[in-house]
């Protein structure tokens, strides 16, 4: 059965999906008959293409490198141009929506529109914005119930490190008390590199230079980009109702070199961490900030720009998983195993249609 996808943004994210989708997609077809078809994509600066029979992928992506848009992708006989996000969602063919945009996290929009339009249409999404799932998860996975369609989000926390699926999944049962993890690959590079004698600024300096922290790193350093992740993880893992105001942040700048190299003589380390943590009187408590622990413990080891987390259960002990947390691949990857669980819900209900 096929499954016919409406790219909303074909920056780094969806090209990395296409790459998948043209690499591995026949794979997946032979092991759970998931049979996807790019039908339309729609991206505010490189352009916009439908096509209800379908988009040539490789030709997609060698008309992007060679001309740097979409307008020189060839014209045939059913190709229409020029949709907007909004016309695409409405007016394609497609059965889900890939939402990959440039999108405020503060507001989450346009993404939560995209989302809102889509389910309204009876259309799935899967995205990696963070800004609608941690700002409107609830009212987004209701109007995808309501409308019998699927909501899905793995690449929101930890790109294609399965962070989310992970406990929904195989820890399935227990009792999530805790989770704590190093969500922000910038800021840990940057402290692998204090603890080496370099300055929080010439730390700051060579992440940049290699690509982990923006010209602008303030949603890095100062904990923004950890804080939207942890909120996720709150409301989806642990089923809880938090906000982003109710998250201590504190950012990498307030832990010294001093500190740092301090920590070594205590056989301790300092890690950015982003923990949520229900007291068993019920009280929900959620930050992200630099933490002092021991090196026994599990997050202890991880440096670089790497990324891990910890579930805290009450039948399995603590779980932790170590993985990428950014990259074109990676986070294309996301959506594809997104995708592919998309496509199981949807044979499901195909499935108990022929039944009933």
């Known amino acids: 059965m096929k499954l016919k996808l409406a790219l909303l943004g074909f920056g780094v994210v969806g090209q990395g999906l296409v790459e998948h989708l043209i690499q591995h997609g026949?794979?997946?077809k032979e092991e759970v008959g998931f049979h996807?078809?790019?039908v339309a994509i729609s991206d505010f600066k490189k352009g916009s293409l439908y096509d209800p029979e379908g988009l040539d992928l490789e030709l997609l992506l060698h008309t992007l490198e060679t001309t740097g848009s979409l307008e020189d992708y060839p014209q045939s006989k059913g190709l229409i141009r020029d949709l907007d996000a909004i016309a695409t969602i409405i007016e394609s063919n497609a059965d889900v929506v890939v939402e990959a945009t440039y999108t405020n996290v503060?507001?989450?929009?346009?993404?939560?529109?995209?989302?809102?339009?889509?389910?309204?249409h009876k259309k799935s999404v899967v995205m990696t914005n963070k800004g609608p799932i941690a700002l409107a998860l609830k009212e987004l996975e209701s109007l995808a119930k309501e409308n019998n369609v699927f909501l899905g989000y793995e690449g929101t926390v930890m790109s294609g490190t399965p962070s989310l699926r992970l406990p929904k999944t195989t820890l399935i049962g227990?009792?999530?008390?805790k989770i704590s993890g190093i969500l922000n690959g910038t800021t840990n590079y940057m402290i692998t590199q204090m603890e080496k004698g370099f300055s929080y600024e010439s730390a700051l300096k060579e992440a940049q230079e290699k690509g982990y922290a923006e010209a602008d790193p303030t949603s890095d350093v100062e904990g923004y980009d950890a804080m939207?992740?942890?909120?996720?993880?709150?409301?989806?893992?642990?089923?809880?109702?938090?906000?982003v105001e109710q998250v201590e942040r504190e950012g990498l700048n307030t832990l010294t070199r001093e500190a740092i190299l301090a920590s070594k003589e205590k056989q301790s380390c300092w890690k950015m961490l982003g923990t949520v943590e229900e007291r068993e009187n019920g009280v929900v408590l959620a930050s992200v900030k630099p933490v002092e622990i021991p090196l026994t413990h599990p997050l202890a080891s991880i440096g670089g720009a790497t990324n891990a987390i910890t579930y805290s259960c009450n039948m399995s002990g603590d779980i932790t998983l170590t993985g990428a947390g950014a990259?074109?691949?990676?986070?294309?990857?996301a959506l594809f195993i997104d995708l592919i669980y998309?496509?199981?819900?949807?044979?499901?209900?195909?499935n108990t249609t022929m039944i009933n």
Request: hydrophobic content about 35%; glycine content about 8%.
């Open 327 to 333: 990259g074109k691949r990676e986070t294309g990857y």
């Open 106 to 120: 503060k507001t989450g929009e346009p993404a939560i529109t995209h989302c809102k339009t889509a389910f309204q």
């Open 228 to 243: 939207y992740k942890v909120v996720i993880l709150a409301n989806a893992v642990m089923g809880k109702d938090i906000t």
């Open 174 to 177: 227990n009792k999530i008390t």
């Open 36 to 38: 996807p078809v790019v």
């Open 26 to 28: 026949e794979k997946a």
């Open 342 to 350: 998309c496509h199981l819900h949807v044979q499901s209900q195909s």
